[in-house]
Structure formats: structure tokens, C-alpha cells
């Protein structure tokens, strides 16, 4: 039988915090509703691979998906939501930044909306970012200068922790850096988007892949992309098929 939810991880030279990382999934969500965990290691050169395929050999519903070089996070979660199983996706980052307990209250807010016609993503927001001023300072301004220019209604769309069908998100353009601008994609389809406040932790081991470089740089530039793709979306507000 298929799960009801998969959790997509992607993961780059995350060696010592997944095995923690999936026993706090399991634990969260032991009893909830069917699940899978589906880790994408998105060509680690440590010691993830290896990692990977122990923690496989002895969970069943852990699933592996490697890519041969690493292609970024974006890509690295849209391989992971291809080979999903469940209709449901919950999403969240490899670091142990994110914490598995709040993946509960983001499904609670999933059920109460109940949005079955249109596209609906659930996000976290971090409200106590345990990171450097530096990069708490330029997430800040990103997601001030963000929502201003796109009206995506989130204060933190660069958390990982998200729910969403997967049709929903299959269906969105793909681009390298999409996932910070998901809220944006999902009302470009005509989709509503709730936040719910997360928590948020320092890491266990290793050591964060973005800085100011290649978070701010490239931003601007997806920015007024999306900017582009928002301003050409078209959506008919009746559709008929006669009779």
C-alpha cells in the first residue's frame, strides 16, 4: 500500500545528522497516517552515501534517491517529489535545523483549510532563527524586498519545512533556486498559502552551504524572474465543457 505522505529530504554533506533527523521524523509522526521518507543526497563527497546506504539496509521506509553530482537544492527536492509515493509532500532540510515535531501542526493546518480545488501550500515560520546576524539580517531584507515585489503573503519563505500535494508542485514551473520562491509559484496558480509558526535549531554537525554570495546575487536575479512569470500568468475564471 502507498503512504499518504512523503517526506522529502534533500541533503548535501549532511554525515551525522540524519540519522537523528529520521528517528525524530519517525517519531513525530508515528501514528498519524501512512509515511515514507525519500532522502535525496544531492552528491555528497562525505561520508553521506555510505551513511545513506546503512540507514536504508535497515529501515523499510526510508528511500534513497543520489544524485551523481550535486545540482543544487531546488533540483534536489523536485527529484525527490518525482519519486514520492504519497500524495501528500512535507518537505524540510537536511541540516537538523528543521525540527520533524512541527511537521504535525503544519498537517493540522493542512486539514483545517481543506482546499480541494485549487492549489494550498502550508509553510513554516521561523520566528527564532538560530543562526549568524549576518544571515538572519539578509533573510530579513530578502523576505521584506520579496514580498513587497511579489505580494507571496509569507514572512519566511525560505523555510524548509513545507506541505503540499505533490500534483500541486509538480506542476509549477522548475527553475535552480525555485524553492525559495514556492509561495509565489503557488498563487501564480491561483493556490492559497498559510504560515504556521516553527521552531528552529543550530546545527549538529557540518557546516551551511549558503552565504551572502549565493543567497543575495542570485536572489536578486530569480526575483525579477518570478517577478516576469507572475505578471504573464493567465488563469480563466470559468471553465465549461458542453454538453
Same mark, same amino acid.
Given at each position: 500500500?502507498?503512504?499518504?505522505?512523503?517526506?522529502?529530504?534533500?541533503?548535501? &554533506?549532511?554525515?551525522?545528522?540524519?540519522?537523528?533527523?529520521?528517528?525524530?521524523?519517525?517519531?513525530?509522526?508515528?501514528?498519524?497516517?501512512?509515511?515514507?521518507?525519500?532522502?535525496?543526497?544531492?552528491?555528497?563527497?562525505?561520508?553521506?552515501?555510505?551513511?545513506?546506504?546503512?540507514? !536504508?539496509?535497515?529501515?523499510?521506509?526510508?528511500?534513497?534517491?543520489?544524485?551523481?553530482?550535486?545540482?543544487?537544492?531546488?533540483?534536489?527536492?523536485?527529484?525527490? $517529489?518525482?519519486?514520492?509515493?504519497?500524495?501528500?509532500?512535507?518537505?524540510?532540510?537536511?541540516?537538523?535545523?528543521?525540527?520533524?515535531?512541527?511537521?504535525?501542526?503544519? /498537517?493540522?493546518?493542512?486539514?483545517?483549510?481543506?482546499?480541494?480545488?485549487?492549489?494550498?501550500?502550508?509553510?513554516?515560520?521561523?520566528?527564532?532563527?538560530?543562526?549568524?546576524?549576518?544571515?538572519? /539580517?539578509?533573510?530579513?531584507?530578502? &523576505?521584506?524586498?520579496?514580498?513587497?515585489?511579489?505580494?507571496?503573503?509569507?514572512?519566511?519563505?525560505?523555510?524548509?519545512?513545507?506541505?503540499?500535494?505533490?500534483?500541486?508542485?509538480?506542476?509549477?514551473?522548475? #527553475?535552480?533556486?525555485?524553492?525559495?520562491?514556492?509561495?509565489?509559484?503557488?498563487?501564480?496558480?491561483?493556490?492559497?498559502?498559510?504560515?504556521?509558526?516553527?521552531?528552529?535549531?543550530?546545527?549538529?554537525?557540518? !557546516?551551511? !552551504?549558503?552565504?551572502?554570495?549565493?543567497? /543575495?546575487? $542570485?536572489?536578486?536575479?530569480?526575483? #525579477?524572474?518570478?517577478?516576469?512569470?507572475?505578471?504573464?500568468?493567465?488563469?480563466?475564471?470559468?471553465?465549461?465543457?458542453?454538453?
Amino acid at each position: 500500500m502507498n503512504p499518504e505522505l512523503s517526506v522529502v529530504i534533500p541533503a548535501r &554533506n549532511e554525515a551525522g545528522n540524519l540519522p537523528v533527523l529520521f528517528d525524530e521524523i519517525r517519531r513525530a509522526l508515528d501514528g498519524r497516517l501512512p509515511f515514507e521518507i525519500v532522502c535525496v543526497d544531492d552528491g555528497s563527497d562525505d561520508g553521506t552515501p555510505a551513511e545513506l546506504r546503512e540507514l !536504508k539496509g535497515r529501515s523499510d521506509d526510508l528511500r534513497v534517491i543520489r544524485h551523481g553530482q550535486s545540482c543544487g537544492q531546488s533540483t534536489a527536492v523536485l527529484s525527490g $517529489v518525482r519519486a514520492a509515493r504519497g500524495r501528500l509532500i512535507a518537505t524540510l532540510d537536511g541540516d537538523g535545523q528543521n525540527d520533524p515535531a512541527d511537521i504535525p501542526a503544519l /498537517l493540522d493546518a493542512w486539514d483545517q483549510a481543506r482546499e480541494q480545488s485549487r492549489p494550498l501550500l502550508i509553510i513554516g515560520h521561523r520566528t527564532a532563527r538560530h543562526d549568524t546576524w549576518l544571515r538572519r /539580517l539578509s533573510s530579513r531584507i530578502a &523576505n521584506s524586498v520579496r514580498g513587497w515585489l511579489l505580494g507571496d503573503r509569507t514572512p519566511d519563505s525560505g523555510c524548509g519545512l513545507k506541505v503540499f500535494r505533490r500534483a500541486d508542485y509538480l506542476n509549477l514551473p522548475y #527553475f535552480d533556486h525555485m524553492h525559495r520562491f514556492t509561495p509565489a509559484l503557488i498563487l501564480r496558480d491561483g493556490g492559497r498559502v498559510e504560515s504556521v509558526a516553527v521552531g528552529h535549531r543550530a546545527r549538529r554537525e557540518g !557546516k551551511s !552551504k549558503y552565504g551572502l554570495h549565493n543567497r /543575495l546575487w $542570485v536572489g536578486i536575479v530569480d526575483l #525579477f524572474g518570478v517577478r516576469w512569470l507572475m505578471r504573464r500568468s493567465r488563469r480563466p475564471n470559468d471553465v465549461q465543457e458542453l454538453e
